[in-house]
């Protein structure tokens, strides 16, 4: 005889989604309306450099548009077609803003080439007021999205590290303006742009790489498959766990499925009911699917078994 046991519990997700829906909403309309007032002085002040920055506030805005997207899609209740619902596609939206970022630095490296090359003229009073306004414009959205549920959500994380990005291109541009300003070193530009490339590039990397990792079911970076295992074998009357397959749907919903092999003298709703409970309790993996088996009967997909 076979039992299945499966837990879930969904409720407490509520509240980190109304959270990063308001920040990301927030942070985009700020975004949108700056990338346009930086379009407008980009070309009144005949700066280069802040029409370049204008273009990476469109990546950003794109970016945090899509996130917004993504949150509220996620929203919507699991259908037949879409057992899991449509939360999945944070992930999807992550790894394109990750590979976002990696591309924008790549843009910006070409253009810090470029520039070396044949340094344009830079109007530096104009260039300094409106990186400042963009400085304090991107502080203000990175802090409303720390506000959101940052370090668990890869979604909103991806979206904090655009900004972010853009908020030290900002710094970089109001330093070169003051270089250009007081001593005419139309380098600073490019030079800081470089940096700029190097910090987005590793952000990109990071945040496409641990998309990736989920997209592949991967085992979540902080739950050790083997701890796990060897926590559900010591419980009593647990025999052995095998067919043990921990992944993620979101960065924020660890998932587990496994066959506990119990002794005759082992009663199944008690080892279903611990094997939840610590599942829950130390390893914060809500959503669990086991399969209890008895050692005189042993594992039915015996041939396809996985320790």
């Known amino acids: 005889m076979e039992q299945h046991g499966h837990h879930h519990s969904g409720g ?3 509240h980190h989604h ?3 829906k308001k920040a990301l909403l927030l942070s985009f309309i700020l975004i949108t309306i700056f990338m346009v007032v930086e379009i407008i002085g980009g070309y009144l002040t005949n ?5 370049s920055d204008a273009g990476h506030m469109l990546s950003d805005s794109a970016a945090l548009g899509l996130s917004l997207f993504a949150v509220i899609l996620g929203e919507k209740n699991a259908t037949y077609q879409n057992t899991f619902g449509y939360r999945r596609f ?5 790894a394109l803003n990750g590979l976002t970022l990696v591309l924008i630095s790549a843009y910006i490296f070409y253009e810090s080439y470029r520039r070396f090359q044949n ?3 830079i109007q530096s009073s104009g260039m300094l007021v409106i990186s400042i306004i963009g400085l304090l414009v991107n502080i203000g959205a990175a802090f409303l999205l720390m506000r959101g ?8 994380r ?3 590290m655009h900004v972010l990005g853009d908020t030290l291109g900002s710094v970089g541009a109001i330093i070169a303006s003051l270089l250009i300003f007081f001593f005419d070193w139309t380098y600073a530009d490019p030079i800081a742009s470089l940096i700029v490339a190097v910090l987005i590039i590793i952000s990109g990397v990071r945040i496409t790489k641990d998309s990736f990792h989920i997209l592949m079911e991967g085992t979540p970076e902080n739950i050790n498959l083997e701890e796990v295992k060897g926590q559900l074998e010591k419980l009593p009357h647990v025999y052995e766990v095998h067919d043990l397959h921990i992944w993620s749907i979101t960065s924020e919903t660890p998932m587990l499925s496994c066959h506990i092999m119990i002794s005759s003298t082992g009663v199944q709703d008690d080892v279903l009911f611990e094997a939840q409970h610590l599942l829950e309790h130390e390893f914060h993996i809500r959503h669990s699917t086991l399969q209890v088996e008895r050692t005189e009967t042993g594992c039915p997909n015996e041939s396809q078994r996985c320790n």
Do not use: F
Request: no cysteine; glycine share 0%.
């Open 18 to 20: 109304s959270a990063n």
């Open 90 to 94: 944070e992930i999807i939206a992550a």
């Open 119 to 121: 340094p344009p003229e």
């Open 12 to 14: 407490h997700h509520h």
């Open 47 to 51: 700066s280069l450099a802040l029409l």
């Open 149 to 156: 549920n940052r370090e668990e959500n890869l979604n909103v």
């Open 158 to 160: 991806s979206a904090y």
